[in-house]
């Protein structure tokens, strides 16, 4: 099997995974659970995260709720900042269940929950625990988090402001207040959040972090007064014509009005993407370097690429102005295809409707209430994330990537499945954004259901190494919808209502 499953260009980032030193104790006594627990959180913030685990585990033991409360937390910390996002949700709901009504475990529990990709059950924990404490700053930073990923910008910014006022030192309070700035196209602002941000992380291997934020914020400084993603056409939605060639949905548009791209529909991308010959050729300058996510061998699925900004793109009778882009040079050699230029109406701020039987693309700020066959709530964490059940067993976050081939699943996730050990595994050919994945592989007899009547029928599929995207995320990815199955439905991405819209097409 060939598939190209393009995955992900994310800009965002890094989750912090440092080396670890030895702590030898000559202590003889045991050393009481608050002692214990001072010891874990200073080993917490100078990043020696396994020795503050086994600290954390020993402050747990006591009658002391507060303590076994905050070591807990800890727990569930430490393990997602080592990316061992299962263990860290099972650790977070045995601190629930040891403390129901503290506010810190419940909303604890929620961050572990958002990090697996179960955004509704990870709201619903953050609600439980405001209503214990409604200033509880885990909390209030998952709720504030939460409305961002449903595109309700100024609630979001409104309590991620004040958590950030309570808490000025915490890092990843900062990074959502910057990713909700950039959202609403205050660039200036999100460049100050990064600063502030990048000042506020702990010392130690965090050298990868400090210079993701300092290109980012030179990045959204370089845009000084301009207004990025400024519309300049004045429609209230916008049709287009599209072209479906192999599994690409194509649509034509320009850069810097002098340049025809051929467009890619690709919500597997959280930026616009040119290739160095488009960039060249329309007069696109970089600006710095940053480094992306996807499947691929390349950097185990890391790879640095090129800033830019747009003076304006053009697609369809929609016409942008200062348009962050990344520009894939240097270019990948050797793939079944060469890369191209892409474009996600979601990182406009647009919701969108894909027809694949017309072959119509419709964008719009804001889309008519339309009655679907199948509604499924949404959130936006820098990709549309979907709730899907995987053979009956497993909930997981699934990206909806209209560029991808087909569907696939998380090597993580697969880990977890029981399936039939004598059936031989067939290597997949499988490139991403990153180059070829020599890990890919099919599994057969998997089932994926998103709700009643929406389900794919215990098909192979292939499974990839998603480490890098959901690290850069911040959320375990469980997997991909692609075009194989998204081409099925008319597919409908609602921002304003935060859900997907599926209407069945007739078989052809």
Known sequence: MTARLKTFGLIAAIAAIAATVTVVSTAQEPRPADVRLREAEALLSGL?????????RQARVTEDARVRVRAGAGITRTLLRL??????????????????????????HGDALWAIGLFEDAESRYDAALRIDPNDPAAIHGRARSLAAQFRLDDA??????????VPSEPEYLYTLALIHERRGEFQAAAEALDRYAWQLPPGDQTHLVKWARAQQKFFEGFGRRTPLEVQSKADSYVLPIRIVGSRVLVDGSVNGRTAVEFALDTGTDQT??????????????????????????????????????????????????????????ALVGMPRPEGAGFSPIAFGFSMVLDYETRQLTIARRLPKTEHAFTLPLRVHRLPIIRVMVNGTIPAGF???????????????????????????VAARVYGSAGPDPTAFLLPFVRLDLAPGVRTLGESIAVLNLDAPSGLLGVNLGGILGHDFLRRYRLTIDLVRSEVGLDPLPIR
């Open 83 to 108: 990316g061992q996002f299962e263990d860290a949700e099972r650790e977070a709901n045995t601190a629930v269940t040891a403390d129901p009504t503290a506010a810190t475990a419940l909303a604890l």
């Open 157 to 166: 910014l409104t309590l991620t402001t004040r958590v950030v006022a309570a």
């Open 48 to 56: 020696h995260y396994e020795e503050a685990l086994a600290a954390y």
């Open 273 to 330: 993407i040119l290739t160095p010959a488009i960039a060249s050729k329309a007069n696109v300058k970089t600006t710095t370097a940053l480094q992306s996510a996807g499947v691929g061998s390349m950097g185990l699925g890391f790879r640095d690429l090129q800033l830019a900004r747009v003076e304006q793109l053009q697609i369809g009778g929609l016409r942008v102005r200062n348009v962050p882009a990344v520009v894939k040079d240097p």
């Open 399 to 425: 990206a909806i990537d209209t560029a991808g081939d087909a569907n696939a699943l998380s090597r993580r996730l697969a880990r977890r499945l029981e399936f039939n050990k004598d059936v031989p595994i």
